[in-house]
């Protein structure tokens, strides 16, 4: 993308900007040419850097209350509710906002699915994203950790134990995760040292991620290229940014909700209970946005087995540009793998259900369906449907479709 | 047109097929509780202040002889969104108590009456005086024990009217009741409530039925302190909220009409 | 309190000012855009209400996060304590903590009253009557810290029979009046009062 060199209007502007050309960057930022046709899923993007500006100044501001020791970070997080001034507000703030994160982020996934947004020439910012992806769930799997509830602590116990499947040298690396035989003081303190740290790579990997993206420019709904910025295109600012905000507040609404009338209802009762490493929970359950995942892990019968196959269904995710074959971005031309998109969205939510199940019976036997149905989407369906799908013309620009009718039912606006 | 509204159906069909699972797994795991009407409840609940302060009577006369309370100190019992006892009337009740503080200059340990910046007084020194003075089953501290159980205050609630006769083939062991609402129907604690067991301060009749919402109440004051703040807050917020997202929207179409028109 | 409503006077300007400037560079680009002034006055307004509104909002929104950082309520709970002097001797002094802080608490012999209340107002640092720093002149209730750069003064020192502070060298008098060295002020004397003839209550 090449653009013209900018011209700071004051003499400072010039004289800071040849030094570092933060004003350049501003300029680039606001002007930076944006599809015109792009629908509300793409303000996941701007909710996102909002959601994680929020999680990292709430979570600031409890650790200067929060006391990282076994014997006093249940109190702590009770003293935050109970006297530090607005402390029961940032304190659910930050614990629903890890939630509304985790939305906004499946959201954002799946708009990448749908609209083939991971296709060439954009598998960097893909991967970057799968990287930031991981490093949330790691992040807000330690957050949990820290208030010390019996779930806090049966999940540190059961997650960390997963490393001990590792042949060889497994119980030495779980020995070395703990900081001890158990899950105990040690393994609190680096856990809070590094949830503290993960948001600032996740930041790092967010700047990356919108720099990887800015190259090529955005994807939008058609899935086709840009062919006259001109005509397909509007200036970031003020028609993106306000259209991004709109959403945003749609989305603090829902969040404001959660917080202010329901703020417990996505947590478990059982963390409320001080840890106790005599006591197991009657069910070991995490938060929502990992349930997959665990009723994936919990669905082979092997320990290791498990392991494996839980990371493979996150690392899976990572090759998906190359293991969809279809010369065609966007499912809107895609009827086919329109419908197979879908069964993929339900199989992911029958998955989070079976998550929150205890592994027997028939919940069992549905959860190995669905993982295996998993793996068959990425690795049978995408590669075969590529080459077998009877594709929708494309339109020839993305102001086009605009002009014509046939086409005005097919753009998403 | 056609297609906003397809899209909305599809995310309205997908929203409501969590909803029903997300409800399901909750409802897999709780019983089916007794339900009395809270004050509290919805979203613009508050707390009735009569029943705070009878729960509190409840609490200190028949719970706190085993139960701690231990999170909550005493100056809570006069501050706004809970039982707003006087400054004087939650001063005396602290007075009442005898803490344990120290060491003084002598270097011992010595007994002064409560201030109201003292955490409630615990029963027992510690986890296990608590389990050995009660057959080995820790009565479990109240101070946010409503939100650790499913059911919140109708848990509570339940379990104090639950006491029952166990079923013909129920083995009962020694020293454990029956509990129609306990999961798994063992409970070690005895059936505590009966009509008349105290005297309400002001005046109202103490049945059993009474009594448990009372201290259901207080309870779940005591979890929740921040509750009645928190909903009048988040009523302003979300009206504000609406208001902000219809002038961003007008200003969205005003500032877009110009490209819809090129 | 006071510090923090500066501070969010001080946020609040500054998001104005940040908001002008914003709202000046996105109307000039819709004027610029369109070459057509008139139609770009009749939108501000709306902008100018969606920005207004939207400033409340985020200052609502910041407030708690510069709030939390005051005293907590358990904090605030401790601000008072009730000291028993039952037991304390003529010319003895005890220190108790308050807020965090030694609180000397003396009772003064005839002698040291005296001096203290003989002194010559001109001959003053920081001049402050005796009877204007004790409620019962037998009791001297003062803020243990030198008023200097904060080091706790040590008793039954200095040239003027009170106190000397060993950081640089400050003597405060039998009043607790600076007479000598580089401290500015003398040593505060707390809000307190007389529970009963044996407890003080300081704060």
Redesign the interface.
Known sequence: MSEKKFIPKSKFGQWFDSRLPLLTLSHHLSDYPTPKNLNYWWTFGGILTFCLIVQIVTGLVLAMHYVAHVDHAFESVEHIMRDVNYGWLIRYVHANGSSMFFLAVYIHIFRALFYGSYKSPREIIWIIGMLIYILMMATAFMGYVLPWGQMSFWAATVITNLFSAIPLIGESVVTWLWGGYAVDNPTLTRFYSLHYLMPFLIFGLVVLHIWALHIPGNNNPVGIDIKKPSKDTVPFSPYIVVKDLYALIIFLIIFAGIVFFVPNILSHPDNYIKANPMVTPTHIVPEWYLLPFYAILRAVPSKLGGVVVMFASLFILMFLPWLDTSKIRSAVFRPLYKIFFWILVIDVIILGYIGANPPEGLYLLVGRIATIYYFVHFILIMPILGFKEKTIPLPISISDPVLSNQARTISNR | MLKKIKNIIKILFVYSFIMIFANNSIAAESLDLLKNKWSFEGLFGTFDRGSLRRGYQVYNEVCSSCHSIELLSYRNLSENGGPEFSLEDAKNIAASFEIIDGPNSDGEMFARPGRLSDKFIKPYPNVQAAKAANGGAYPPDMSVLVKARQGGANYIYSILLGYEEPPEDFKLEDGVYYNKYMPGHNIKMPNILSDGLLDYADGTEATTQQMAKDIAAFLTWASEPSLEARHKIGFKIILYLIILAGLVYLSMKKLWSRIESK | MNSSYTILATIIVLLFVFLYLSWVI?SN??ID??NNKEIGKR?DF??T??YA??A??VG?SVW??I????P????K??ATTEVDISKVEQGKTITVLWRGKPVFIRKRTKEEINEAQSVKLEELKDPQKDQERVKKAEWLVMVGVCTHLGCVPLGNKGDFNGWFCPCHGSHYDTSGRIRKGPAPTNLEIPRYEFVDNNTIKIG
């Open positions: 996105v680009k819709i855009n369109e939108r709306l902008f209400a969606s509104l939207g409340v909002g609502v708690p996060l709030d939390q950082m005051n907590d309520a358990s904090v709970a401790l």
